[in-house]
T-cell receptor, first 109, second 114 residues
Framework: GQNIDQPTEMTATEGAIVQINCTYQTSGFNGLFWYQQHAGEAPTFLSYNVLDGLEEKGRFSSFLSRSKGYSYLLLKELQMKDSASYLCAGADSNYQLIWGAGTKLIIKP | DGGITQSPKYLFRKEGQNVTLSCEQNLNHDAMYWYRQDPGQGLRLIYYSQIVNDFQKGDIAEGYSVSREKKESFPLTVTSAQKNPTAFYLC?????????????FGPGTRLTVL
């Protein structure tokens, strides 16, 4: 079956670093997406990885290991506005996205 | 400005009534999607369309219907057959599903059945 697993909730301190993990099982694999979703709003695209390694984009980085079926999103210099849910989604052989339940990130001052 | 619009933002309906949720995009995207989001769960695919006049069922299509008569529009009807329709509904689009499927989302419609 197809499955995406990520922690339900994480807490971190403003200015710190946090890593949100995601493990995936998909029928075929055509990349791994990370989206940010603030409460009551639409998800917005953060990153896409299809090759192994780290992709850095400002304060956010995303890592992929295809052999381990594993990805993480790294957020540096946390700001209060980073309080949101972070959704991991794997693209299967038909390029359909399989979504995780999301990780709610709580930032404390 | 290009984007996806959904209306209305909040919708209330009585049990037993059908209701149609609007989704319009001016991004010239071929593919469009409808998702349902419930608390503590991931996005679940209801229907998707890769081209005008064609659409496929997703994982939870029962009790829903769609049409794709125009490239820009993909309305979703929640019928009285849907057992638990109260949820947050998200519409999305992507350039083409076959190569790279970054999806762009509308603001969502929160449906409450009274």
């Amino acid at each position: 079956g197809q499955n995406i697993d990520q922690p339900t909730e994480m807490t971190a301190t403003e200015g710190a670093i946090v890593q949100i993990n995601c493990t995936y099982q998909t029928s075929g694999f055509n990349g791994l997406f990370w989206y940010q979703q603030h409460a009551g709003e639409a998800p917005t695209f953060l990153s896409y990885n299809v090759l192994d390694g780290l992709e850095e984009k400002g304060r956010f980085s995303s890592f992929l290991s295809r052999s381990k079926g594993y990805s993480y999103l790294l957020l540096k210099e946390l700001q209060m506005k980073d309080s949101a849910s972070y959704l991991c989604a794997g693209a299967d052989s038909n390029y359909q996205l399989i979504w995780g339940a999301g990780t709610k990130l709580i930032i404390k001052p | 400005d290009g984007g996806i619009t959904q209306s209305p933002k909040y919708l209330f309906r009585k049990e037993g009534q059908n209701v149609t949720l609007s989704c319009e995009q001016n991004l010239n995207h071929d593919a469009m999607y409808w998702y349902r989001q419930d608390p503590g769960q991931g996005l679940r695919l209801i229907y998707y369309s890769q081209i005008v006049n064609d659409f496929q069922k997703g994982d939870i299509a029962e009790g829903y219907s769609v049409s794709r008569e125009k490239k820009e529009s993909f309305p979703l009807t929640v019928t009285s057959a849907q057992k638990n329709p109260t949820a947050f509904y998200l519409c999305a689009s992507s350039i083409r599903a076959e190569v790279y499927n970054e999806q762009f989302f509308g603001p969502g419609t929160r449906l409450t059945v009274l």
